[in-house]
DNA sequence: AAGCGCATGTAAAAGGTTACATGATTAC
DNA sequence: GTAATCATGTAACCTTTTACATGCGCTT
């Protein structure tokens, strides 16, 4: 769960390659998809920038505004580029979980097209996987199990439905 | 992320009370739910339990099968039902991640009738307002954002519809 | 006898949160 | 003048992963 293969640095690195940010600005962003992901806390996002600095993945530059305090913002180097690819193309047998399909699929844009396409048929087969399983569970245990075993299994068997509809019309929409 | 609130100590406490189960079988049971949270590696798993018996909230007994190896079957103890009790109202308040709402569900058993169907609508009313929020930056920046910005808004927008979904049919059956 | 599924455990290292400290700028 | 938002940072503490070590019982 934590010390993850995937941890707080690699994807704020993804974030700068898409676009310059301050420690804020990602918290921010972050906090935004917080109903599916966790949101790191500063106290790991702005080590994570200067981590980042140190291995010259990233360069800072302090930004003005008259209306507001100044800022400090992060732009990712060609070698943090370079880094994010490298992590991408590692990251592809491992971390099945949703929070790093969510993270993945955030950086699209840097990924080749079939490499996206990928991606998305990875999370499918594994959402489909999982699907069947709880399908098997659902009418070899019938009404078995507790209140909240039937539950999780319906809920996933919905959601799972949902997004196994929506990775197929991406995927359709993409070839 | 990690040394969150909520840890898996709790959560495998919840699960003891539910019924009785070993390491191995704990971890088992997570790892069928891998698709929508983060199982936890033995090397948390074990010592969770042990903390949990130091604390008294569980006890051992070890149970041999003529087939199989030797395992050690925890069971909760009448105090460890009131600590999850605790827990579990603790918790009504934080932690609105994905996470924490699937670990209440599968320990839907320990809830009151009300309780449940409080959680069931404290989720609802986030995930709807998380849904709002996206359909509102989708309308105003259309067809804006980078590729990955895109992909996520609209994956976004359909789980929470089908999560939406799903959460008003169960919250009508439990009425 | 090798390999696999079942089963338990530990120590070092990594990574994260909490709690705290600080400060600019706008709006009331 | 004070509350709110914007903004950055650190250190102690906690939890978790990683990597390793061990062993039973069954099948080939």
Same mark, same amino acid.
């Given at each position: 769960?934590?010390?993850?293969? /995937?941890?707080?640095?690699? %994807?704020?690195?993804?974030?700068?390659?898409?676009?310059?940010? *301050?420690? &804020?600005?990602?918290?921010?962003?972050?906090?935004?998809? *917080?109903?599916?992901?966790?949101?790191?806390? &500063?106290?790991?996002? &702005?080590? #994570?920038?200067?981590?980042?600095? =140190?291995?010259? %993945?990233?360069?800072?530059?302090?930004?003005?505004?008259? +209306?507001?305090?100044? @800022?400090?913002?992060?732009?990712?180097?060609?070698?943090?580029?370079? #880094?994010?690819?490298?992590? $991408?193309?590692? /990251?592809?047998?491992? =971390?099945?979980?949703? @929070?790093? %399909?969510?993270?993945?699929? %955030?950086?699209? +844009?840097?990924?080749?097209?079939?490499? !996206?396409?990928?991606?998305?048929?990875?999370?499918?087969?594994?959402? @489909? /996987?999982?699907?069947?399983?709880?399908?098997?569970? #659902?009418?070899?245990?019938?009404? +078995?199990?507790?209140?909240? =075993?039937?539950?999780?299994?319906? &809920?996933?068997?919905?959601?799972?439905?949902?997004? !196994?509809?929506? !990775?197929?019309?991406?995927? =359709?929409? $993409?070839?």
């Amino acid at each position: 769960m934590a010390g993850a293969t /995937m941890n707080v640095r690699d %994807f704020i690195l993804g974030l700068l390659v898409r676009q310059p940010m *301050s420690g &804020y600005d990602i918290k921010s962003l972050l906090e935004s998809l *917080s109903w599916l992901i966790d949101v790191p806390s &500063y106290g790991s996002v &702005y080590p #994570a920038l200067h981590a980042l600095l =140190e291995d010259g %993945f990233v360069s800072v530059e302090v930004v003005t505004s008259p +209306d507001k305090p100044p @800022k400090k913002v992060y732009s990712a180097t060609e070698e943090g580029e370079r #880094a994010l690819q490298e992590w $991408l193309a590692h /990251m592809q047998e491992t =971390e099945p979980s949703l @929070k790093s %399909f969510l993270m993945r699929l %955030f950086l699209a +844009d840097n990924f080749s097209h079939t490499g !996206l396409i990928t991606h998305l048929n990875r999370r499918r087969l594994q959402v @489909k /996987m999982n699907h069947s399983a709880f399908e098997k569970l #659902a009418t070899a245990e019938a009404g +078995d199990g507790d209140l909240g =075993e039937r539950l999780v299994r319906d &809920y996933s068997l919905a959601i799972a439905n949902a997004e !196994l509809d929506w !990775l197929e019309n991406v995927l =359709e929409r $993409l070839s």
